[in-house]
């Protein structure tokens, strides 16, 4: 079956550009979504069809992905930015999400 | 404003069945799929299926197949996801999504999530 892999955990400073990667085989051929999630919250899509936003997300939150890799990218991140962020793609029928990765705004 | 409101939390015992729910408003419930996902505890999300509230059809993850039923009632813009022969290992929190209509678009909007704890 097919797997999506994310890093465990990303810090970062207030302010700076926070980069979060999802790899799967040949991932770059597929659809990917993101999703954050805060403590004892549902997840919240930030990202979908690769790199495009929904409304009400900010526009620090962008999206790429090509090769094996997707990445989130989150430029001049705030402290409101920490969370678990999930990658999700699809695979013929089945749904596969990431491992997830804890991101921490030092 | 869509809204999806999932039944409260549900303690059964090791074999038992549960039966949670997924209602929708604010928009078409025939119109979008629906996910259904879970999350053990301090773990990431996981796949159990998907119904195209339309017409009925379902899919399931390999892991939940023949252990997990999703139905709909489209009478009242509500979904369903049963999963029977419970065991410890399915203590979790299961959400509802909605899938957006186009390829790629992901779940857009989510339910609270209903904890479902499976003691022996």
């Known amino acids: 079956s097919y797997e999506v892999t994310q890093t465990p955990s990303v810090s970062v400073s207030p302010g700076q550009t926070a980069s979060i990667t999802c790899s799967g085989d040949?991932?770059?051929?597929?659809?990917v979504c993101w999703y954050q999630q805060k403590p004892g919250q549902s997840p919240v899509l930030v990202i979908y069809q690769s790199n495009r936003r929904p409304s009400g997300i900010p526009e620090r939150f962008s999206g790429a992905n090509s090769g094996n890799t997707a990445t989130l990218t989150i430029s001049g991140t705030q402290a409101v930015d920490e969370a678990d962020y999930y990658c999700q793609t699809w695979d013929s029928v089945s749904v596969v999400f990431g491992g997830g990765t804890k991101l921490t705004v030092l | 404003q869509v809204q999806l409101v999932q039944s409260g939390a549900e303690v059964r015992k090791t074999g038992d069945s549960v039966k949670v729910s997924c209602k929708a408003s604010?928009?078409?419930?025939?119109?979008?799929?629906m996910f259904w996902m879970r999350q053990a505890p301090g773990q990431s999300l996981e796949w159990v299926g998907w119904?195209?509230?339309?017409?009925?059809?379902?899919r399931y993850s390999r892991k939940f197949q023949g252990r997990v039923t999703i139905t709909r009632d489209t009478s009242a813009s509500t979904a369903y996801m049963e999963l029977s022969s419970l065991r410890s290992k399915d203590t979790g929190v299961y959400f509802c999504a909605r899938d957006g209509i186009e390829p790629g678009n992901g779940g857009d909007f989510w339910g609270q999530g209903t904890l479902v704890t499976v003691s022996s």
């Open positions: 119904i195209n509230p339309d017409n009925g059809n379902t």
């Open positions: 604010g928009y078409t419930f025939t119109a979008f799929a």
């Open positions: 040949n991932l770059g051929n597929k659809y």
